[in-house]
């Protein structure tokens, strides 16, 4: 989880040792006239703005329908925070299409697109069932009542 003196979803440490660390080098370097073999100052620094950014993106769509930052988030927000960190720390440093890059782009893309449903209201990670516990939307989904828009519920709407 985030550190709670900071308002981002995603620790500098785990996100380090969650990712190979050569990767993790090359795309928080946006420096082309260096190549370092080891973690900076200057690549921490890349790395926890891309996840203060990451976070602040989440946020911006959470924020229509909860309070942000998320005071107890639930455990996918990790996860979801390091791979927009890396599709914010890919463009910024640019890619080529057709490369593992771009993938890792495609997937912060989708984890984008989730958070814009949320706003949206398409779904939500608060289950309304448990006093307010947070369950990723695929539980939430799984417990909706199967037969919601039944025969028997459209003939009573107006």
């Given at each position: 989880?985030?550190?709670?003196?900071?308002?981002?979803?995603?620790?500098?440490?785990?996100?380090?040792?969650?990712?190979?660390?050569?990767?993790?080098?090359?795309?928080?370097?946006?420096?082309?006239?260096?190549?370092?073999?080891?973690?900076?100052?200057?690549?921490?620094?890349?790395?926890?703005?891309?996840?203060?950014?990451?976070?602040?993106?989440?946020?911006?769509?959470?924020?229509?329908?909860?309070?942000?930052?998320?005071?107890?988030?639930?455990?996918?927000?990790?996860?979801?925070?390091?791979?927009?960190?890396i599709m914010i720390l890919i463009r910024?440093?640019?890619?080529?299409?057709?490369?593992?890059?771009?993938?890792?782009?495609?997937?912060?893309?989708?984890?984008?697109?989730?958070?814009?449903?949320?706003?949206?209201g398409k779904w939500d990670f608060v289950?309304?069932?448990?006093?307010?516990?947070t369950a990723p939307p695929v539980r939430?989904?799984?417990?909706?009542?199967?037969?919601?828009?039944?025969?028997?519920?459209?003939?009573?709407?107006?």
């Open positions: 989880m985030a550190d709670s003196n900071a308002n981002i979803y995603g620790t500098l440490d785990l996100f380090k040792a969650q990712h190979p660390k050569p990767f993790l080098i090359r795309i928080s370097n946006l420096d082309d006239n260096q190549e370092p073999q080891d973690f900076t100052a200057e690549l921490d620094a890349n790395m926890t703005k891309a996840l203060e950014d990451a976070s602040d993106l989440m946020d911006g769509y959470i924020m229509s329908k909860h309070p942000t930052p998320v005071a107890d988030p639930p455990d996918f927000f990790e996860h979801d925070c390091y791979v927009l960190a910024r440093r640019g890619y080529e299409k057709e490369t593992p890059d771009a993938q890792a782009v495609e997937d912060g893309k989708e984890i984008e697109k989730k958070y814009q449903r949320l706003s949206e289950n309304p069932d448990s006093g307010g516990e939430i989904k799984s417990e909706a009542p199967e037969k919601y828009f039944s025969k028997e519920n459209l003939d009573m709407m107006p």
